[in-house]
C-alpha cells in the first residue's frame, strides 16, 4: 500500500475552486504528480506568514513550498516546477514552443471577456453557485455574507472592464461559442493541444476553461451542450493520469516532426480576431500611459491595468482595460522567437502568417517588466 506523504513535505496551495487562475496552478500540480494540499487564503498563517512573502498581496494562486518559501501567480509556480523538473510539459521544437508559449498569454488573458460575461451576467443560473463560493473564500465569523457580497460586487465590475456590457453581450457570446466549437473540432483527434501530453499551452488554456467557462453552472451547459470534447479536455486536465481512453493516441508523447495540426491553426486563427486587435491597442495604451509617468522608477510595481483600449470586434467597439501582465506574458513568446536561428523564425513566421497573429511578434511596450518579491515590476 502506498503510504501518504507527510504533511511536511507536501506544498500548500492558496486557492479556490471559483478561481481561475488557481486553476492552471492545480492543473498543472495534478498532471506533475507534485503532492500538494489546497486551502483558501484565509488562514491566520497566510496573513501573517504567506501574504507579506508574496508581495503583500493576498491573491489566489500562492504555493506555500514545504521549505516554506512562497511563489505567487500561477505562472510563476509552473516556471518554478518546469525549471527544477528538467521541464517536462515545455515542448522542444521551434513550433510548438512558440505556440505552447502563445496559449499561455490566451488563456491568461485572452479569454477574460467571455470569462466574465458568462459568470457575472446570467444571475438566473449562476447567482446562488457563486454566492456559495464566495462566501467560502471569506474569513470565517460576523459579516462574511457581507464581505462575500462586496467582493462579488467587484468582481461584476471587473467584467465590464473588461468589455462586458449590455451593447457587446451578443457579439461576445457568438464569438464565443464559434470559438468553442473550433477548439472541439480540434479534440476530435487530438486529446490535448499538442498530442497526446498535456503542455505550458493546456495549463494557460484550462485558467478560463475550467473554473469560470467549464464550471460555473450557466457556461458549463454550453459546454457541454456545443463542445463535450471540450468538456472532456477540462475533466482530463484535472486528472493525474493521462485519460486519454478515446483516441488513438496513448504514446504521452508531443505530436512527432513539430507537428501544428490544421485543427489548431484554425483555433488559434479565430483566437486572434479579437486578441490580436486587442493586444495592439493595450500596447498603444499603455505606451501612452509610461510616457506620461515621470517617476516610473526601476522596481515599481506593476498596475492591473492604467486605461481602457478601445478596439473593433466583428463591426462593435469594444473598450476593455489595458493589462500590462499580458505584455509580460507576450515578451516571453517574442523571446522564444528571438532565441531561434533564421530558418526556425521563417518557418516560425509562416505559421504565424497563416493564424493572422505574426503582428504579436512587434507588439512590445516602451518599458520591460519583470519580477522582484513575487510582484510584476518595471524594470
Keep these: 500500500m502506498t503510504q501518504p506523504t507527510p504533511l511536511d513535505s507536501v506544498s500548500t496551495l492558496y486557492g479556490a475552486p471559483?478561481?481561475?487562475?488557481?486553476?492552471?496552478?492545480?492543473?498543472?500540480?495534478?498532471?506533475?504528480?507534485?503532492?500538494y494540499r489546497e486551502t483558501m487564503?484565509?488562514?491566520?498563517?497566510?496573513?501573517?506568514?504567506?501574504s507579506p512573502?508574496?508581495?503583500?498581496?493576498?491573491?489566489?494562486?500562492?504555493?506555500?513550498?514545504?521549505?516554506?518559501?512562497?511563489?505567487?501567480?500561477?505562472?510563476?509556480?509552473?516556471?518554478?516546477?518546469?525549471?527544477?523538473r528538467s521541464h517536462e510539459f515545455s515542448p522542444t521544437t521551434p513550433k510548438q514552443r512558440i505556440v505552447s508559449r502563445l496559449f499561455d498569454v490566451v488563456g491568461a488573458e485572452g479569454l477574460l471577456r467571455p470569462a466574465m460575461h458568462y459568470r457575472w451576467d446570467f444571475p438566473e443560473q449562476n447567482l446562488a453557485f457563486l454566492q456559495y463560493h464566495f462566501q467560502a473564500a471569506m474569513p470565517r465569523g460576523p459579516g462574511r455574507k457581507e464581505r462575500a457580497d462586496k467582493a462579488m460586487d467587484r468582481m461584476r465590475s471587473a467584467g465590464k472592464a473588461f468589455g462586458a456590457v449590455p451593447e457587446t453581450f451578443e457579439t461576445i457570446e457568438t464569438h464565443y461559442i464559434e470559438f468553442l466549437?473550433?477548439?472541439?473540432?480540434?479534440?476530435?483527434?487530438?486529446?490535448?493541444?499538442?498530442?497526446?501530453?498535456?503542455?505550458?499551452?493546456?495549463?494557460?488554456?484550462?485558467?478560463?476553461?475550467?473554473?469560470?467557462?467549464?464550471?460555473?453552472?450557466?457556461?458549463?451547459?454550453?459546454?457541454?451542450?456545443?463542445?463535450?470534447?471540450?468538456?472532456?479536455?477540462?475533466?482530463?486536465?484535472?486528472?493525474?493520469?493521462?485519460?486519454?481512453?478515446?483516441?488513438?493516441?496513448?504514446?504521452?508523447?508531443?505530436?512527432?516532426?513539430?507537428?501544428?495540426?490544421?485543427?489548431?491553426?484554425?483555433?488559434?486563427?479565430?483566437?486572434?480576431?479579437?486578441?490580436?486587435p486587442e493586444t495592439q491597442a493595450a500596447a498603444a495604451c499603455i505606451n501612452d500611459w509610461i510616457s506620461q509617468q515621470d517617476d516610473l522608477e526601476p522596481g515599481t510595481a506593476c498596475p492591473r491595468g492604467v486605461g481602457m483600449a478601445n478596439f473593433q470586434l466583428r463591426g462593435v467597439t469594444i473598450n476593455a482595460l489595458a493589462q500590462p501582465f499580458r505584455f509580460y506574458l507576450l515578451k516571453r513568446v517574442q523571446d522564444e522567437f528571438e532565441s531561434l536561428d533564421k530558418q526556425q523564425q521563417e518557418d516560425v513566421t509562416s505559421l504565424l502568417d497563416a493564424c493572422d497573429m505574426n503582428g504579436l511578434l512587434k507588439t512590445t511596450l516602451s518599458r520591460e517588466i519583470g519580477r522582484l518579491n513575487n510582484l510584476e515590476v518595471w524594470l
Design 181 to 276: 466549437k473550433i477548439l472541439d473540432s480540434h479534440f476530435l483527434d487530438q486529446p490535448y493541444l499538442l498530442g497526446g501530453k498535456p503542455s505550458v499551452a493546456d495549463f494557460g488554456m484550462l485558467a478560463p476553461l475550467h473554473a469560470h467557462l467549464g464550471r460555473d453552472p450557466g457556461p458549463l451547459s454550453l459546454m457541454q451542450a456545443h463542445a463535450i470534447r471540450v468538456f472532456r479536455w477540462v475533466e482530463r486536465m484535472n486528472r493525474p493520469e493521462l485519460d486519454v481512453g478515446e483516441f488513438e493516441i496513448q504514446n504521452g508523447q508531443y505530436l512527432a516532426a513539430d507537428e501544428i495540426p490544421d485543427s489548431l491553426v484554425d483555433v488559434l486563427k479565430h483566437i486572434a480576431i479579437d486578441f490580436v
Design 41 to 50: 487564503p484565509i488562514t491566520e498563517h497566510y496573513l501573517t506568514n504567506v
Design 53 to 84: 512573502l508574496a508581495g503583500g498581496r493576498q491573491s489566489m494562486p500562492t504555493l506555500e513550498l514545504p521549505d516554506g518559501g512562497v511563489i505567487r501567480d500561477g505562472v510563476a509556480i509552473i516556471d518554478h516546477f518546469e525549471k527544477h
Design 18 to 35: 471559483l478561481s481561475l487562475y488557481t486553476g492552471r496552478a492545480r492543473s498543472y500540480l495534478i498532471k506533475a504528480g507534485i503532492p
